[in-house]
């Protein structure tokens, strides 16, 4: 299985492809390194999510795709939309770096936490994940992993789907593709609402006692053209939009801080260039995101006392290149990155911008049975000067079907731009001073198949220096954390049945205080079951997370507040009554669990979906 995977090295890394084309094989990823190879040959812990998977679990969310990925453990503040953290091995959420197509997601928010929440699941084709650094290839943000969200594919099929629930739940979505000639046209669109339910039923606030819900818009539309063998392009744009309720948990002390409602604005527009032609492969992207984010009180409305507005633009720009070597390749590329942001309430604005450029180089071998990997990469900041990141990796298959690899790699996040600069409506002052958080990570795994078994075991251990903390009225470098981790995950085929175990345990740590960090489950399982019976697929998924504590000790919360374990089923079939109508329904939460994320924020409880699909 390894062996004839690395014999694939040299075929497909020739076929590079920064804004990840859908190649028609699941087994081939382009975000390890920004160009295509098989999954195989890429020595980090890779997960690929199809459209088929997506379908098959009736996810409703991103949220709900990664929930059931090795390694991620998710805080959420309620359900469907709510504002939700991603911890991926013990890191915090600011250190995942998401990604859609290969282009950075823009972070407008204080926290540098990536929005989830902000990209519809209709116009995801597949998403891609990598457990561990990737700064030496990306830059900044990418600490505990990357998420890719891939929305391009070549299919020609057109669908419509529509779906209901409980909780007033509702989504349609269609999405239409022709092609002419060498020119592929796609339009989509989509709406999402939920009457929600109360997040937080024990506030002391009376006006928090209404259901808090859920809506989304969404239209999506690209070009793809084939200019000849060698040389191809496309032209995307999207748009949509996002309104959330939310509860206080308490009567705000003023209207300024009464804001209880939520609505994300996000339009992007993306072009690029690929070149092919015998061992090169060059590729140039540009790419233009602009995000208004309006949080404001019910009560006064979006004009008036207690609204704020994060005004977000950024511009990307991308020139990669790739040239195939013996078995294997050698990548190297530069991007430019530009963020603008205008900050502000009804009597104060803060105006930031911050340019960053980067030059990365990559490359990987294969010597025999020992596989190489390589990357290096230097940012210059406009605030925070040069910062450099390096990564490498071997993996050694000392019998066949047997890999043992060993990896080291350095990163780092920069500090958002309300961070750094401040921000005047919430008291928060600047400082120049603050430095970008920095991780220094080792891994060893060993994988292989025994018997009927692909299966890999991982243990890892990452140092995290120049945490930022909020503190006396501005942001600092105080904090350094260690986490220590072992992960397993396998797949195994019985007959009808296909069986996917994730297991984890992580000791998250303050080396300060030595407290557990909050929101990470120190133990972790996850059971997927897929089967098909007359026609009838199904998937039966099953998650374990232990205890967790929700906070850390300060001189307000002396003590570290226990979340208690809990375990969850989801159940889900669907049936094509013909080959273009397929029906799907499932059961969340099969057994009606009462547990929480976020201390005082309640879940869903049991929740039904109703689904159709119609494709021509």
């Known amino acids: ?16 492809s920064g804004w990840a084309q859908d190649s028609g094989s699941d087994n081939l990823v382009v975000t390890a390194n920004r160009f295509q190879q098989s999954a195989k040959t890429v020595l980090a812990p890779t997960e690929v999510v199809t459209r088929e998977d997506i379908d098959r679990w009736q996810s409703r969310s991103l949220i709900d795709v990664l929930r059931r990925l090795p390694g991620v453990d998710i805080a959420q ?10 911890y991926v091995r013990g890191t915090e959420a600011k250190h995942l770096l998401l990604l859609i197509d290969g282009v950075p997601v823009a972070r407008s928010g204080i926290s540098n936490d990536p929005e989830l929440n902000q990209i519809p699941l209709s116009i995801v084709q597949r998403v891609e994940y990598i457990r561990g650094p990737r700064s030496a290839v990306y830059g900044s943000g990418a600490i505990g992993g990357v998420v890719n969200v891939i929305t391009m594919t070549d299919s020609e099929k057109s669908q419509i789907n529509a779906s209901i629930g409980s909780k ?3 989504t349609y979505d269609g999405t239409l593709r022709q092609r002419f000639g060498d020119t592929m046209v796609t339009a989509a669109g989509s709406y999402t609402s939920t009457r929600g339910f109360n997040v937080q039923p024990d506030s002391t606030w009376e006006h928090d006692e209404d259901r808090d819900g859920y809506r989304n818009k969404t239209f999506w539309g690209s070009l793809q053209h084939k200019f000849d063998d060698h040389f191809d392009g496309f032209f995307r744009g999207y748009n949509f939009s996002n309104n959330v309720d ?7 002390f003023s209207p300024d801080y009464s804001a209880d409602e939520r609505q994300l604005y996000v339009q992007g527009w993306d072009t690029g260039l690929n070149f092919n032609q015998g061992i090169y492969s060059s590729q140039l992207l540009a790419s233009y995101q602009k995000s208004k984010d309006y949080n404001y009180s019910s009560i006064y409305g979006r004009y008036n006392d207690g609204t704020t507005l994060d005004d977000m633009e950024q511009r990307y720009i991308q020139w ?8 294997g390749s050698l990548g190297a590329g530069v991007d430019w990155k530009q963020e603008r942001l205008v900050s502000s309430n009804q009597s104060t604005s803060d105006s930031y911008d911050r340019d960053n ?5 990559n490359g990987m071998q294969q010597f025999g049975d020992v596989t190489l990997e390589a990357s290096g990469r230097e940012d210059k900041d406009d605030s925070f000067g040069w910062h450099g990141t390096w990564q490498t990796a071997a993996g ?14 350095t990163s780092f996040l920069a500090p958002s731009l309300g961070q750094q600069y401040g921000a005047k409506r919430f008291g928060i002052a600047s400082n120049p001073d603050l430095k970008p958080e920095e991780s220094k990570q080792w891994e060893a795994g060993v994988e292989g198949l025994t018997g009927p078994v692909d299966w890999r075991l991982s243990a890892y251990r990452y140092e995290i220096d120049n945490l930022i903390t909020y503190s006396d009225t501005a942001y600092y470098n105080i904090n350094s954390a260690t986490i220590k981790g072992v992960e397993w995950t396998g797949s195994v085929d019985t007959g009808i049945f296909s069986h996917r175990v994730t297991l984890q345990y992580i000791d998250p740590r303050d080396d300060e205080t030595n407290e557990v960090l909050p929101r990470r489950a120190k133990r972790q399982a996850k059971y997927q079951l897929d089967w098909s019976i007359y026609n009838v697929d199904m998937d039966l998924a099953w998650e374990y997370f232990g205890k967790r504590y929700d906070n850390s000790t300060s001189i307000y919360n002396p003590e570290q507040r226990v979340l208690p374990s809990y375990s969850t089923v989801d159940l889900s079939a669907s049936y094509p009554v013909t080959s273009r109508l397929t029906v799907r329904g499932k059961i969340a939460n099969l057994f009606d669990k009462e547990y929480e994320t976020a201390y005082g924020y309640q879940t869903a409880g049991r929740e039904y979906t109703l689904s159709g699909s119609y494709t021509f």
């Open 77 to 86: 503040n309620g359900g469907l939309g709510q504002t939700a953290s991603v």
């Open 246 to 252: 939310y509860d206080l948990g308490s009567a705000p």
């Open 168 to 170: 007033g739940y509702q």
């Open 320 to 327: 990669g290149n790739n040239i195939a070597v013996g078995k």
């Open 396 to 409: 050694w298959e000392f019998v066949d079907n047997y890999r043992l690899t060993l990896s080291y790699g």
């Open 1 to 16: 299985m390894i062996k004839k995977a690395s014999l694939l090295t040299a075929l497909s890394v020739t076929a590079f």
């Open 357 to 361: 450029s980067g030059l990365y180089l």
